[in-house]
Nanobody
Framework: VQLQAYGGGFVQPGGSLRLSCAAYGSIVIINDMGWYRQAPGQQRELVAGMTYGGSITYASSSSMKGRFLVSRDNAKNTVYLQMNNLKPEDKAVYYC??????????????WGQGTPVTVSS
């Protein structure tokens, strides 16, 4: 199973970006799919995750509340992160995560390669 993320880049404060991440391989079902981020010198933290059935978990951090929206397309094994009103403190590498049941009926965690987001004027 591989995760391919894209959509990161450079944006000015107040701007928006949409990240996408598609999973490929021997997949039966993706139970959880979502995004984490890691800022320079910081630990990786949850941004948002979504179950196959549509339940969403957002980071408890108030800094992202109301600005980030996660969604997924189960048919395409793809998860999205719409980021609005971006701030310089949102600068980080964003990692896609998926908890996958493979065709061997193992449940495993997979990570994408990370896509950098820079917010600066």
């Amino acid at each position: 199973v591989q995760l391919q993320a894209y959509g990161g880049g450079f944006v000015q404060p107040g701007g928006s970006l949409r990240l996408s991440c598609a999973a490929y391989g021997s997949i039966v079902i993706i139970n959880d799919m979502g995004w984490y981020r890691q800022a320079p010198g910081q630990q990786r933290e949850l941004v948002a995750g979504m179950t196959y059935g549509g339940s969403i978990t957002y980071a408890s951090s108030s800094s992202m509340k109301g600005r980030f929206l996660v969604s997924r397309d189960n048919a395409k094994n793809t998860v999205y992160l719409q980021m609005n009103n971006l701030k310089p403190e949102d600068k980080a590498v964003y990692y896609c995560h998926a908890r996958v049941v493979t065709t061997r009926l193992y449940e495993c965690d997979y990570w994408g390669q990370g896509t950098p987001v820079t917010v600066s004027s």
